[in-house]
């Protein structure tokens, strides 16, 4: 499996650069380079990749690909929990839940409208690892705050559990705290994807029965 591969290749690259920094990669499965970090304790990878020169700058693609152990991940796109826009996925049969929170106290967070969320083409779920492609549309601003898109070294969270969500069905089920939780730099100038990259993009896009284009 295309995404076994990925993640042999990039825990190698986790272990040559500095701890909780990002770097670029390639996923084979849709052929798009992310910029992405790979927690080698959790064997957990998150990549972004967004648009440039005069696309639109209120969205991304972005992917998480985690061990089945792992019930569900969430990552902070702000850095801290508090008053910043939570993306929160988990498998379900053979295919992902996915559900965009916002959090005002150390609780459960709430589901948060605005973003729109759609998961790619390049989605997986197998008996040893699942993987969430999914293009983010109004996720860079939200209330109270929104990602630096000119940064060099912005700081990202992530969450997860490998305790189930209490209704894998519902994207606003109820779920226990997480289990283990970090933080990474990310520097989003750098995810931006360049020309060489756009049609590898587009075709995913294009795959989609929604026909979502950028």
């Not at 972005?62 to 929990?81: D, K, R, Y």
């Amino acid at each position: 499996m295309g995404f076994t591969r990925l993640l042999t290749s990039l825990l190698a690259i986790s272990g040559s650069v500095l701890a909780q920094s990002s770097t670029s990669y390639t996923d084979p499965d849709n052929g798009i380079t992310f910029q992405g970090y790979t927690d080698t304790t959790t064997n957990v990878t998150y990549g972004f990749v967004f648009p440039s020169g005069s696309d639109s700058d209120d969205e991304f693609i972005g992917e998480i690909i985690s061990p089945v152990a792992n019930q569900w991940v969430g990552i902070c796109l702000g850095g801290t929990m508090l008053d910043n826009l939570l993306l929160v996925t988990w498998p379900y049969g053979d295919s992902v839940v996915y559900s965009p929170r916002y959090a005002t106290s150390y609780s459960l967070p709430a589901l948060y409208a605005g973003p729109t969320i759609t998961a790619l083409p390049s989605t997986t779920v197998n008996d040893t690892y699942w993987k969430f492609v999914y293009r983010c549309q109004n996720c860079t601003t939200w209330t109270g705050g929104s990602i630096d898109l000119t940064s060099t070294n912005s700081t990202l969270a992530w969450a997860l559990s490998t305790v189930a969500v209490d209704d894998p069905s519902d994207p606003d089920s109820a779920f226990a705290k997480h289990t283990d939780g970090s933080c990474h730099c990310n520097p989003f100038r750098s995810s931006a994807y360049q020309c060489s990259h756009r049609w590898c993009i587009l075709r995913e896009l294009l795959r989609c029965p929604e026909r979502v284009l950028l």
